[in-house]
């Protein structure tokens, strides 16, 4: 019984600092619906932005593996991978940049 109540009562110390504390919770990060579209307006346009310039530089290494294969089949073939796989990549960024576009159009209205 002694060991429940020692427990108990450190258990109730340890939230007093919290209960405290409750009162000075700082406000919501977004005022707004529009401020949250903003907000993930920016974060997509980095990310977009970071894309394409990794995919600019996979196209560049695949175009120099094009052309420093001399008629190699495996290197033409590791420059054609790398060339689809950078396009497939462009692909994925304009898509997810399209579905940031129909979010907000749904949830401005």
């Given at each position: 019984?002694?060991?429940?109540?020692?427990?108990?009562?450190?258990?109730?110390?340890?939230?007093?600092?919290f209960?405290?504390?409750?009162?000075?919770?700082p406000?919501?990060p977004?005022?707004?619906?529009?401020?949250?579209?903003?907000?993930?307006?920016?974060?997509?346009?980095?990310?977009?932005?970071?894309?394409?310039?990794l995919?600019?530089?996979?196209?560049?290494?695949?175009?120099?593996f094009?052309?420093?294969?001399?008629?190699?089949?495996?290197?033409?073939?590791?420059?054609?991978?790398?060339?689809?796989?950078?396009?497939?990549?462009?692909?994925?960024?304009?898509?997810?940049?399209?579905?940031?576009?129909?979010?907000?159009?749904i949830?401005?209205?």
């Amino acid at each position: 019984m002694k060991k429940i109540i020692t427990t108990l009562t450190l258990i109730s110390l340890a939230a007093v600092p919290f209960v405290a504390a409750a009162d000075q919770i700082p406000d919501a990060p977004f005022e707004s619906v529009d401020d949250l579209i903003t907000k993930m307006d920016q974060i997509g346009d980095y990310i977009f932005t970071g894309l394409l310039v990794l995919a600019a530089i996979f196209l560049v290494v695949a175009g120099y593996f094009f052309v420093t294969a001399s008629g190699n089949a495996e290197k033409i073939k590791k420059a054609r991978e790398m060339l689809i796989n950078a396009l497939i990549g462009v692909a994925v960024g304009v898509a997810a940049k399209g579905l940031i576009a129909v979010i907000q159009n749904i949830v401005q209205g």
